[in-house]
């Protein structure tokens, strides 16, 4: 009998467990490092489109959508100072026309339900608080640094250590984040601070020159979840993901009619993240040696097309059926990166485009560039990770 391969995964986010559930699945035997103490309640909302709803029953997780997931009800896009209606949104048609809803989901939830299906193919598998530093990734196999010194072996590794990518730095060497001149600010409200009237419809997009905000509920309505992006010319901060006073949301949105205004100002300062979006440069390959990334860290892309995390899922479902194709690690990166790499750099390509005709400074061309964009996000949600060739 062959002795199954031991897989080092890099980093504990969406991408990382959904990896380590795929290759626990395949049969692989998996050490899982992530450098925070504890997995905690992190993040906001995610759209977790038909796609990747696919691949999460691939990986055992079908059932979990529909638990702690809202699909989304109709909605409108409005206009920025008047709140009138632009646009009327139907109710989403996805499970018609896909097979599949699309659902809104606290990245939390998701991020727990895929622990729990981790931890209950092998608790011991995860570990936390701990940093890798360095990667030597040979022909035959690989070796870790932890940043206290230690020294873990495996057969192959799986960088998914997110936009920041150590893994990817060590691999390919570094590479510059390019700032897309956006930043995001991420907000959650409680639903019971929230009076009826401001949440009418539940689903809404405010449109106003290089300005953008979209509101949605989570948790069946106990949290209401919202983005807000603005054009920026440069990011000073020190992280990418870094506190906010409300303030400062307030007075980039200050021209936002007052139902907006109201609303944001309800946003409890603990719950109000801004973000420099950033993104990377496709790269033509992620595999060196017996190492390759997946996620953030392979294809981190701006968030205009909401692929992020749902591309991190399509990429783990193809991993996990590499590997049960074949017990030879050269030979499943191969195939892994080779079903992978044209899909997510399409998915890159289009989010970038996208970025422009979203802030243009009309409302009004700003609707026609949200209604051809999502015409053509939708043209993603026909892959099946379960079904497409490996
Ligand atoms: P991460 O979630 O970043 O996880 C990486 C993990 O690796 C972390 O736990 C980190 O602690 C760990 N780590 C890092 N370095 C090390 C190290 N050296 N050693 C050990 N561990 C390490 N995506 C969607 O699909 N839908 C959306 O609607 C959506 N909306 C978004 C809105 C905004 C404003 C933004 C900014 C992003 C959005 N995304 C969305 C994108 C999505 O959040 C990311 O693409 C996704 O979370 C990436 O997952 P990941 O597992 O690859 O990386």
């Known amino acids: 009998m062959t002795r199954s391969a031991h897989v080092i995964v890099v980093g504990g986010g969406i991408g990382g467990l959904a990896a380590a559930l795929g290759l626990l699945r395949a049969g692989q035997r998996v050490t899982l490092l992530e450098q925070v103490a504890s997995l905690g309640e992190v993040g906001a909302g995610l759209s977790i489109t038909p796609n990747a709803g696919k691949a999460l029953d691939f990986l055992g997780l079908g059932d979990v959508l529909g638990r702690i997931g809202n699909t989304p009800p109709a909605g409108q896009i409005r206009h920025f100072q008047t709140g009138a209606t632009l646009v009327n949104l139907p109710q989403d048609q996805s499970r018609e026309k896909y097979g599949k809803p699309l659902y809104h989901v606290h990245r939390a939830d998701l991020h727990a339900a895929l622990a729990a299906a981790v931890a209950a193919l092998d608790a011991g598998c995860l570990h936390t608080g701990c940093e890798v530093r360095h990667v030597d990734s040979r022909a035959d196999g690989v070796r870790v640094t932890l940043a206290d010194g230690t020294a873990i072996d495996a057969d192959w590794l799986v960088g998914a250590d997110g936009i920041h990518s150590r893994v990817r730095a060590e691999l390919m060497g570094p590479d510059r984040p390019n700032f897309t001149g956006y930043v995001a600010w991420r907000g959650l409200i409680p639903g019971e601070l929230v009076e009826p009237a401001l949440l009418d419809p539940p689903l809404c997009m405010t449109v106003g020159p290089r ?7 989570l948790r069946r309505g106990a949290l209401v979840n919202f983005v807000a992006i603005a054009r920026r ?38 719950r109000l993240f801004k973000w420099g979006l950033f993104d990377r440069d496709p790269l033509p390959g992620w595999t060196r040696g017996r190492a390759t990334l997946l996620g953030d860290a392979a ?36 195939r892994y990166e080779a079903a992978r790499l044209p899909r997510v750099t399409a998915a890159l390509v289009m989010s970038r485009a996208r970025s422009e005709l979203y802030f243009a400074d009309d409302p009004l061309q700003q609707v026609r560039a949200l209604g051809a964009g999502m015409a053509e996000l939708r043209t993603l949600y026909d892959y099946d990770a379960a079904t497409v060739p490996v």
């Open 299 to 334: 294809h981190a892309m701006p968030p205009f097309t909401g692929q992020g995390a749902v591309m991190a899922l399509e990429d783990a479902a193809i991993l996990g059926r590499a590997a049960a194709a074949t017990p030879d690690p050269d030979e499943l990166m191969q």
């Open 233 to 270: 010319t440069a990011w000073m901060e020190e992280g990418w993901s870094v506190r906010s006073e409300r303030h400062e949301l307030l007075d980039e949105f200050a021209d936002f009619e007052s139902h907006t205004l109201r609303l944001l100002a309800l946003t409890p300062v603990d």
């Open 211 to 217: 300005r953008m905000l979209m509101r949605y509920p």
